[in-house]
């Protein structure tokens, strides 16, 4: 029985340690946790997986809406599994001291001293069962106030988190009216014509040169932002990014004076966050087929003669482009393949609508 308690009091112990730690690295750590081990890490591997089968065999219509549920449920569910994690830990080490409390009702036992632990952790202070011992009071005073402190970092993590999402969507909800719904980067450079804006899309390429800095500081430091989907199913943070990288691409291969140096700062950071943030979600890169066909090729290269972009001979663009979309097309493909989020084509959609028209339609279709 002694062997027991001993363990019980080391596994008490333990359970409080890997919740601190967990707890720290997940919400005051500013870097990205490396370990394996880490209840966060055990808890996502185990629900992601199972969210999208779930999603994928409901079909295409209810599966963004399943989607979308994840990335909060997982944070509270997170924050749950925590704090209950810390109400049996501390039980185990009332049991293993000997379970010494005064109980109203009953003799005491492993289930008095959860609810001990219970009481204490959530400060109810109902006094039906209270420690008897020294031991017992140190206990219930050091989970009483690891309670309101663990309280107090989760109340002030969530508008961290909240606040670093609607500054990523912002600039996403701007793009509509940019480059389209989906976004493409064919239709963005046709917004901006080369003819009449050219001050206008390095503007906005430096715009989204920040944007892209950003997003990566943010999603290292709160990996779960990934999961957060946008509000219109047609947008999303990574068919923006694949935007910005695909113009991007257009333009250093091009090579057009107007553009070149922020066109090159634009796609370095792009790329530099695609390529880090595949990592952290780990979604490996692989070889993949190029989304950009050789019919689709001939049709860009209209449209950017159209635009009004100065381009090098047609063979010479054609291989540049693709040696450089090859820097991180694999990266895209496996963040889109992971998070079951579609890729924006490199031309935009035939008869797409940007997402304000079809919300008028939805709102003249209601009167």
């Keep these: 029985m002694i062997v027991f308690q001993v363990l019980a009091v080391l596994l008490g112990i333990t359970l409080i340690f890997v919740v601190l730690r967990d707890a720290f690295e997940t919400i005051v750590l500013p870097r990205r946790p490396t370990g394996r081990l880490r ?86 202070g109902l006094g039906d069962v209270t420690p008897a011992a020294p031991l017992d009071r140190f206990l219930t005073v050091a989970e009483s106030g690891f309670g309101l402190g663990f309280l107090a970092l989760v109340i002030g993590y969530l508008p961290v988190l909240y606040s670093a999402f609607s500054r990523r969507e912002v600039l996403i909800s701007l793009f509509d009216a940019r480059a389209g719904s989906p976004p493409s980067a064919a239709e963005l450079l046709r917004r901006y014509s080369a003819r009449t804006n050219p001050t206008e899309l390095n503007r906005t390429l430096e715009e989204f040169e920040r944007w892209s800095a950003e997003l990566l500081e943010s999603h290292l430091s709160y990996p779960v932002l990934a999961y957060y989907r946008s509000q219109h199913d047609k947008q999303s943070w990574l068919a923006a990014i694949a935007t910005i990288l695909d113009t991007s691409a257009i ?64 063979e010479d663009f054609h291989q540049r482009l693709l040696e450089i979309s090859e820097t991180y097309e694999p990266h895209v493909v496996a963040i889109a393949n992971w998070l079951v989020v579609p890729l924006p084509s490199w031309l935009p959609e035939a008869d797409a609508r940007d997402d304000w028209q079809t919300g008028m339609e939805q709102v003249e279709s209601v009167h």
């Design 39 to 124: 209840l966060t890490a055990i808890f996502f591997s185990s629900t992601w997986g199972t969210t999208k089968r779930i999603a994928q065999l409901a079909g295409v219509r209810r599966r963004e809406s399943i989607l979308g549920y994840y990335g909060p449920l997982w944070m509270i569910s997170l924050i749950v599994t925590w704090e209950v994690t810390i109400l049996v830990a501390f039980a185990l080490i009332h049991w293993g001291t000997g379970s010494h409390i005064n109980v109203a009702e009953g003799e005491p036992s492993f289930l008095m001293d959860l609810y001990l632990s219970g009481t204490t952790l959530f400060t109810l």
């Design 251 to 314: 333009l250093c291969a091009a090579q057009d004076p107007r553009y070149g140096d922020q066109a090159q700062l634009t796609f370095a950071m792009a790329r530099h966050t695609v390529i880090d943030l595949a990592g952290v979600l780990r979604a490996f890169a692989t070889l993949a087929k190029p989304r950009l066909s050789d019919e689709g090729f001939d049709h860009l290269w209209l449209q950017l003669l159209a635009s009004g972009l100065s381009l090098p001979p047609r």
